[in-house]
Nanobody, 123 residues
Framework: QVQLVESGGGLVQAGGSLRLSCAPS????????MGWFRQVPGKEREFVSA????????NYGDAVKGRFIISRDGSKNTMYLQMNELKPEDTALYYC????????????????WGQGTQVTVSS
């Protein structure tokens, strides 16, 4: 069973930055397509970003394109989401996800999920 451990959430003012981290157990980050989703109570879960197994391909949701950067560090076995120019509407519970199946990064089907880390952006 794969466990995804997220960290890095918190409270930040609008215009600020945060970096989220996600470390999978059991296998290296290169074994998975990995992604980030977010959810606000009462709303559907929203795709944020994804990165391929090789790390050479990435995909972003329209709401974060140009502000967020997804990356991974094999030496630390960790995936990151650098969030810049944060807006109050970015406030949400952010989930790390992973799947062994490759496929396109526009496929939002994932097998494993973290517990979530809260990001709150004040105006």
């Amino acid at each position: 069973q794969v466990q995804l451990v997220e960290s890095g959430g918190g409270l930040v003012q609008a215009g600020g930055s945060l970096r989220l981290s996600c470390a999978p157990s059991g296998r290296t980050v290169g074994s998975y397509v990995m992604g980030w989703f977010r959810q606000v109570p009462g709303k559907e879960r929203e795709f944020v970003s994804a990165i391929s197994k090789s790390g050479s391909s990435t995909n972003y949701g329209d709401a974060v394109k140009g502000r967020f950067i997804i990356s991974r560090d094999g030496s630390k076995n960790t995936m990151y989401l650098q969030m810049n120019e944060l807006k109050p509407e970015d406030t949400a519970l952010y989930y790390c996800s992973a799947r062994i199946f490759g496929g396109p990064l526009t496929d939002y089907t994932y097998d494993y999920w973290g517990q979530g880390t809260q990001v709150t952006v004040s105006s």
